[in-house]
């Protein structure tokens, strides 16, 4: 079966610096990838997802991510921290060994600093 | 603008009345999701339906919790009894899933259940 990991419940990172959220997978078949945001009070979005194609990945306010098979890795990056960046991030994989849920990781709190 | 609803988005309740939560799903979506999140626990998946089918609930406490879509536009979630470990913010998403394809799954907002 499918499943993820994301490495650091919390990440914090100045206004302007790098954003790098790790997310690895792990999947004997070629996998479903996405990163979704929860913002305070607010249900998750989508930010980018993988499918097949192309393996750099962008996705809304300036966040893409690569996907890695020889790293199993689908880490989500944005060059420059905003304020407005501040949330939960959560990394997810269609099980498509079984019913074809999402396999949600247990989410990553990026906290950006003035 | 296609959105995810849920009512009703905020419920206080006293232990042991019956709680019923509502969805109703993107028109044209073919599965609906129930989660629960909490601090402790973080994001949990309760139930899965395909084409108003159940598929998986088996994170769903069968004693107290049942999940239904009596039909395409309406997803209901009720606990009954309700206890106070039950409070939590439950999401409901939907999605269109295409056989051995990707999906994207849409919340909604969230009810907020305080159990007291």
């Known amino acids: 079966a499918q499943s993820v990991t994301q490495l650091g419940s919390h990440v914090s990172v100045s206004e302007g610096a790098l954003v790098l959220l790790r997310c690895n997978y792990s999947?004997?078949?070629?996998?479903?990838l996405f990163w979704y945001v929860q913002y305070p009070n607010q249900g998750l979005q989508l930010l980018l997802k993988y499918t097949t194609g192309a393996t750099l990945v962008k996705g809304i306010n300036g966040f893409e991510a690569e996907f890695k098979k020889s790293e199993t890795s689908f880490h989500l990056t944005k060059p420059s921290a905003h304020m407005s960046d501040a949330a939960e991030y959560f990394c997810a994989v269609i099980d498509t060994s079984g019913t074809y849920k999402y396999i949600f990781g247990t989410g990553t709190r990026l906290k950006v600093l003035a | 603008d296609a959105r995810v609803t849920q009512t009703p988005r905020h419920k206080v309740t006293e232990m042991g009345q019956e709680v019923t939560m509502r969805c109703q799903p993107i028109l044209g979506h073919n599965t609906v999701f129930w989660y629960r999140q909490t601090m402790m626990q973080g994001l949990e998946l309760l139930a899965y339906?395909?084409?108003?089918?159940?598929?998986?609930d088996s994170g769903m406490p069968k004693d107290r919790f049942s999940a239904e879509m009596p039909d395409a536009t309406l997803a209901t979630l009720k606990i009954q009894p309700s206890e106070p470990r039950d409070s939590a913010v439950y999401f409901c998403?939907?999605?269109?899933?295409?056989?051995?394809?990707?999906?994207?799954?849409?919340f909604g907002p969230g009810t907020r259940l305080t159990v007291t």
């Open positions: 339906f395909r084409n108003r089918a159940p598929l998986d």
């Open positions: 999947s004997s078949v070629p996998p479903y």
């Open positions: 998403a939907s999605g269109l899933a295409k056989t051995g394809g990707g999906y994207e799954q849409y």
